[in-house]
């Protein structure tokens, strides 16, 4: 995606938060829960992905919750992706997500920000409120 945007910037793109939290390296073989519209990124992806929200170069880059809900019985014990639903019951974590990625990768926020504890905090919820409720 960044190397598109670099000779495209104009290029807009949407992006579900489950997109940055999963990681296909963590994801067994045929594990169809994880079957999505769009495949599962490897963690390098998860991360370059997430530099772009934190540095804010791209306001282009649109986080939403692009659910397309699919109950858990449609997902489980299918082991053939041809077969298996796509989607993720997804609606309604979008902030969850989005502060559990933050939790888990908090030294990658802090670095960037050059901002410790309590006040990266408040800085990482004012960027949530642009990612999702700015440009939806």
């Known amino acids: 995606l960044a190397a598109v ?26 594990d169809t829960r994880y079957k999505l519209t769009k495949p599962i ?18 306001p282009n880059l649109i986080l939403s919750s692009m659910h397309f809900p699919v109950c858990a019985e449609l997902k489980q014990d299918i082991h053939d992706f041809r077969r298996a639903m796509p989607g993720a019951s997804s609606l309604g974590f979008t902030l969850q997500i989005l502060w559990t990625i933050y939790k888990k990768k908090k030294e990658l926020f802090e670095s960037h920000w050059k901002l410790k504890d309590a006040e990266c905090d408040n800085r990482f919820i004012i960027k949530i409120t642009e990612w999702i409720c700015k440009n939806p």
């Open 5 to 30: 945007w670099l000779k495209q910037p104009t290029i807009s793109a949407s992006l579900a938060p489950h997109y940055i939290y999963f990681s296909a390296d963590d994801i067994e073989d045929k």
């Open 41 to 58: 990124l490897s963690e390098a992806n998860c991360n370059a992905i997430l530099k772009v929200l934190i540095e804010n170069t791209r």
